[in-house]
């Protein structure tokens, strides 16, 4: 069975950095995407970034674009959402999510996800 753990959430200021993890277990082989999806309170979900782990090839919202990196650890099954200059409209829920079902990754049909991680950003 997989599981998606993740960690690194938290508070931080205007222009800070945080990084996120996602622990992907009980796989035999890798998913075809990896990606973090946010939702805030009132808001619709958004795809932040993807990684496809077989490839490297990444993908980001335009929002997120020369602030964010996503990375994917093999050895370990982890992928990585590096933050900066974070603008508190990026404050949300941060989801990892794993195997793309169809679709594009931005809308998140995806088959399996964590539990999500809170990150907000204030002045």
């Known amino acids: 069975q997989v599981h998606l753990t993740e960690s690194g959430g938290g508070s931080v200021q205007i222009g800070g950095s945080l990084t996120l993890s996602c622990a992907a277990s009980?796989?035999?082989?890798?998913?075809?995407?990896m990606a973090w999806i946010r939702q805030a309170p009132g808001k619709k979900r958004e795809g932040v970034a993807a990684i496809q782990p077989m490839t490297g090839t990444s993908y980001y919202t335009d929002s997120v674009k020369g602030r964010f990196t996503i990375s994917h650890d093999n050895a370990k099954n982890t992928v990585f959402l590096q933050m900066n200059n974070l603008k508190p409209e990026d404050s949300a829920e941060y989801y990892c999510a794993a195997d793309l079902n169809g679709g594009d990754w931005y809308h998140g049909d995806f088959g399996h996800w964590g539990q999500g991680t809170q990150v907000a950003v204030s002045s």
């Open positions: 009980g796989y035999t082989n890798r998913p075809n995407f």
